[in-house]
């Protein structure tokens, strides 16, 4: 199912209402201006929503940049190796290089829905 701003990006070019366009049949008359307007809010809402989780992604993306950056910069210094402190920040900069890595993977693979179900799931039963 394409995004709410293709359906009425294709609604507008045929000329045809996006109910047409689910329904999968052709009706007569014109799409409500009503109905429009509310089909337009939500897409904006929708896409709002998208610009968000974007940007969170980015900037977690960044972040784990850096601390890879630490890392490794820490390991050519041959910092990481010793013990303490030092060896500690490496580690954790390590740690959440690869946290952010495993974030990115779920959230690009598609399986972050699939978890927020579960979740709900889980939520309603309890």
């Given at each position: 199912?394409?995004?709410?701003?293709?359906?009425?990006?294709?609604?507008?070019?045929?000329?045809v209402?996006i109910?047409?366009?689910?329904d999968?049949?052709?009706?007569?008359?014109?799409?409500?201006?009503?109905l429009?307007?509310?089909?337009?809010?939500?897409?904006?809402?929708s896409n709002?929503?998208?610009?968000?989780?974007?940007r969170?992604?980015?900037l977690?993306?960044?972040?784990?940049?850096?601390?890879f950056?630490?890392y490794?910069?820490?390991?050519y210094?041959?910092?990481?190796?010793?013990?303490g402190?030092?060896?500690?920040?490496a580690?954790?900069?390590?740690?959440?290089?690869?946290g952010?890595?495993?974030?990115?993977?779920?959230?690009?693979?598609?399986?972050?829905?699939?978890i927020k179900?579960?979740k709900?799931?889980?939520?309603?039963r309890?």
């Open positions: 199912m394409p995004d709410l701003d293709i359906l009425i990006q294709i609604a507008d070019y045929y000329e209402e109910r047409e366009i689910l999968g049949e052709r009706k007569g008359g014109n799409m409500n201006k009503e429009e307007d509310t089909v337009l809010k939500v897409a904006d809402y709002h929503e998208k610009q968000k989780v974007t969170r992604m980015c977690l993306f960044v972040c784990g940049v850096i601390a950056t630490v490794l910069v820490m390991e210094l041959g910092v990481a190796d010793n013990t402190i030092q060896e500690d920040v580690s954790c900069a390590l740690g959440f290089a690869y952010v890595m495993l974030t990115g993977i779920i959230y690009t693979s598609g399986y972050l829905a699939k179900a579960f709900r799931r889980l939520l309603k309890g």
